[in-house]
């Protein structure tokens, strides 16, 4: 079984920056699309960032496209989430996941492997 940890949450300041790492562990097979999901207390699961299997191709939400880039390091079985300009309605819990396809995708129903996620607390 994949198992998926999140890691680099925080505490910033409005207009501060993170970086969230996601390590695979398990059957660490490379060649499946990643991405990351955000979810914020009574909302739903919320789309932010996904990758193709190799890195070549990557989707963002409209709330975070140009604040935030998603990228892989393969060799270290990790996906990373960096984010920039950060403001209050950033503030989730931000898990990472895995499809079984190789593809960016973009719906939660699409990934099958789930972490139990990081909290991002952004301040005003």
């Known amino acids: 079984q994949v198992q998926l940890v999140e890691s680099g949450g925080g505490l910033v300041q409005a207009g501060g920056s993170l970086r969230l790492s996601c390590a695979a562990s398990g059957r660490t097979s490379t060649s499946y699309s990643m991405g990351w999901f955000r979810q914020a207390p009574g909302k739903e699961r919320e789309f932010v960032a996904a990758i193709s299997w190799n890195g070549g191709s990557t989707r963002y939400a409209d709330s975070v496209k140009g604040r935030f880039t998603i990228s892989r390091d393969n060799r270290k079985n990790t996906v990373y989430l960096q984010m920039n300009s950060l403001n209050p309605a950033d503030t989730a819990v931000y898990l990472c996941?895995?499809?079984?396809?190789?593809?960016?995708?973009?719906?939660?129903?699409?990934?099958?492997?789930w972490g139990q996620g990081t909290q991002v607390t952004v301040s005003s």
């Open positions: 996941a895995r499809t079984d396809g190789i593809w960016a995708l973009i719906s939660p129903a699409d990934y099958v492997y």
